[in-house]
């Protein structure tokens, strides 16, 4: 947090099935693995490209989450699905060790491409639906403590959840 690149906007993707954007996204696998992260924002490896991945099966920051497929997303576009909005709590690789309580949409749709150029359009809920609003954000140069509503919801994650073995974001 505070590095100017995370607050840029991250310009679209234009060439596809290139070696340097498979070498991209195979730094971004590598670094979203290795942290326990649920997804990966390019700009948060210093690329400024509209380029998320995400990813849950078994995550130990996230110990309920359901599980969401791996996916390679690329020059996204959300749309809400109807007004609920439900709060859940949050972190980020960029803003370790640290959670919030951050609202978002509970339905959307996300369109985009993958790798390949080829496109993806899926409609999604819960877990699923924030991981994405959240990578999202990183390429709009949104960190998620500027979504937070309530900031007494906002600190460190071994003092809000004291005894919990949560890994730091």
Do not use: K
């Amino acid at each position: 947090m505070g590095d100017p690149r995370l607050l840029a906007v991250a310009e679209p993707v234009r060439a596809f099935g290139t070696a340097e954007l498979e070498s991209l996204l195979s730094d971004m696998r590598d670094t979203m693995q290795e942290l326990s992260g649920a997804g990966l924002a390019a700009p948060q490896i210093g690329v400024g490209l509209r380029v998320v991945i995400f990813e849950v099966e078994h995550n130990p920051r996230y110990p309920e989450a359901e599980a969401v497929p791996f996916t390679v997303l690329i020059n996204p576009q959300l749309t809400p699905i109807g007004t609920e909005i439900e709060e859940g709590w949050e972190g980020c690789l960029s803003v370790p060790g640290m959670r919030g309580l951050v609202p978002r949409y509970r339905r959307l749709r996300y369109t985009g491409v993958d790798a390949q150029g080829h496109p993806l359009d899926r409609t999604v809920s819960g877990f699923h639906a924030r991981v994405v609003q959240h990578e999202v954000d990183h390429l709009d140069g949104i960190l998620y403590p500027r979504r937070i509503r309530d900031l007494t919801q906002f600190g460190f994650t071994d003092v809000l959840f004291p005894g919990q073995d949560l890994i730091d974001d």
